[in-house]
């Protein structure tokens, strides 16, 4: 089993920028596809974005592209999303997950893919 802790939310103001930490403990996700997603009051959880188990492959949600960039630290366990250029509208929690596929260039974008979440970090950007 394995056991993540998300960290780094807060709030900011538009235009600013943010860093998600998402640690890894209990099993290594060093040959996982990792993910990003977030969910607002009332939404469904969307995708984010999404990371290969080598940080070769890296897939965003079209509003997201060119402001936020995910990687990862595999000899830290950790995956993280820079966040750049916030807007109001990113305003949401943000969770991450560990993907069932193992070495895998590919990154679902849908949760059913995921069987482990964090308990996530709430992110708020001021207009």
């Known amino acids: 089993q394995v056991q993540l802790v998300e960290s780094g939310g807060g709030l900011v103001q538009t235009g600013g920028s943010l860093r998600l930490s998402c640690a890894a403990s209990?099993?290594?996700?060093?040959?996982?596809?990792m993910a990003w997603f977030r969910q607002a009051p009332g939404l469904e959880r969307e995708f984010v974005a999404g990371i290969n188990w080598s940080g070769g492959m890296t897939s965003y949600a079209d509003s997201v592209k060119g402001r936020f960039t995910v990687y990862r630290d595999n000899t830290k366990n950790t995956v993280y999303l820079q966040m750049n250029s916030l807007k109001p509208e990113d305003t949401a929690v943000y969770y991450c997950?560990?993907?069932?596929?193992?070495?895998?260039?590919?990154?679902?974008?849908?949760?059913?893919?995921?069987?482990?979440w964090g308990q996530g970090t709430q992110v708020t950007v001021s207009s």
């Open positions: 209990g099993r290594i996700i060093s040959s996982r596809t």
């Open positions: 997950a560990v993907s069932v596929r193992i070495y895998s260039s590919q990154i679902p974008a849908t949760t059913d893919s995921y069987f482990e």
